[in-house]
T-cell receptor, first 113, second 113 residues
Framework: GAGVSQSPRYKVAKRGQDVALRCDPI?????LFWYQQALGQGPEFLTY????????KSGLPSDRFFAERPEGSVSTLKIQRTQQEDSAVYLC???????????FGSGTRLTVV | AQSVSQHNHHVILSEAASLELGCNYS??????LFWYVQYPGQHLQLLLK??????LVKGIKGFEAEFIKSKFSFNLRKPSVQWSDTAEYFC???????????FGGGTRLMVKP
């Protein structure tokens, strides 16, 4: 597609529930990033893929967070046993090359109640 | 690790006023610098970027930014703002050759008609 597509747009989860957030990057974009944006703050890096390889997961806040990109295109961010502090907007971005910049999706707003 | 500071959290201007938003980063090596804008209800969009060359960078919608290496700064400017510039603005950096963007906390700009 023309842009980075994320679904669902909004997700309300009960505390303790598992959630899966999907990112469909721009076709041909090798790099894919996940960011977490808490209310009133800037996006914070979670993890980075180059094709199917997860090259950096240093930003994942706990072992409840898991991301995958098995075929080098669509990526899923999974959060197990959600907690209230997981409430945030989860942004996905893709890039062909850093020189060209990064294209962001509209994000998934996760609210844990 | 690099960090980015945006000192102005909220800015309110009248139409036609001049704008300057501050951005300072901490990183000892060569960096790539970005400004992103997020209009209400929309995704992050790239305004401009600096990789090398002329430190005065022109972006879309009349925005420009100046990289001052000695001050570790990359301030965003616009000579005359419009109501449609109401948005949140994020400065971001990544190390040259790297992929991960580090964002500042954002500046929320409101332009009064």
């Amino acid at each position: 597609g023309a842009g980075v597509s994320q679904s669902p747009r909004y997700k309300v989860a009960k505390r303790g529930q598992d959630v899966a957030l999907r990112c469909d990057p721009i076709s041909g974009h090798v790099s894919l990033f996940w960011y977490q944006q808490a209310l009133g703050q800037g996006p914070e890096f979670l993890t980075y893929f180059q094709n199917e390889a997860q090259l950096d997961k240093s930003g994942l806040p706990s072992d409840r967070f898991f991301a995958e990109r098995p075929e080098g295109s669509v990526s899923t961010l999974k959060i197990q046993r959600t907690q209230q502090e997981d409430s945030a907007v989860y942004l996905c971005a893709s890039s062909r090359d850093a020189l060209f910049g990064y294209t962001f999706g509209s994000g998934t707003r996760l609210t844990v109640v | 690790a690099q960090s980015v500071s945006q000192h102005n959290h909220h800015v309110i201007l009248s139409e036609a006023a001049s704008l300057e938003l501050g951005c300072n980063y901490s990183y000892g090596g060569t960096v790539n610098l970005f400004w992103y804008v997020q209009y209400p209800g929309q995704h992050l969009q790239l305004l401009l970027k600096y990789f090398s060359g002329d430190p005065l960078v022109k972006g879309i919608k009349g925005f420009e930014a100046e990289f001052i290496k000695s001050k570790f700064s990359f301030n965003l400017r616009k000579p005359s703002v419009q109501w449609s510039d109401t948005a949140e603005y994020f400065c971001a950096v990544n190390p040259a050759g790297g992929n991960m963007l580090t964002f500042g906390g954002g500046t929320r700009l409101m332009v009064k008609p």
